[in-house]
């Protein structure tokens, strides 16, 4: 069984005991699970249900591993570079995207 899900302005594709890095979200600060219910899709090879735009009753719980702040994992680092020309003028800003970093539990439908 699979599932697509829509986290962070963004579609993840995601099976039981998955890892994947979603974008950061507030949890509290004891909390071991987060709950995912913005389902677009289930399917498990025979049978698929699509959401219009949510499938109704679906969630997918995921789980990280110690507390919240244990979980959040940083990405690669990107570079942005702003260029005049003839104006002697250029500027570089960097920027490094912080993650949750998240296993799927599992997929209720």
């Keep these: 069984m699979y599932a697509v899900i829509e ?10 005991g998955d890892r994947l890095n979603i974008d950061l979200v507030d949890v ?33 719980i995921a789980s990280f591993k110690g507390t919240a702040e244990e979980a959040v994992v940083k990405g690669e680092k990107l570079y942005v570079t702003h260029f005049r020309r003839r104006k002697n003028s250029k500027s570089r800003v960097g920027h490094r995207q912080k993650y949750l970093e998240v296993t799927i539990d599992k997929i209720e439908a």
């Design 28 to 60: 509290a600060p004891d909390a071991t699970q987060i709950e995912l219910d913005k389902v677009l899709f289930i399917g498990d090879g025979e049978t698929s249900r699509i959401g219009t735009p949510y499938v109704d009753g679906a969630k997918v």
């Design 7 to 16: 986290q962070g302005g963004k579609q993840h594709k995601v099976t039981e």
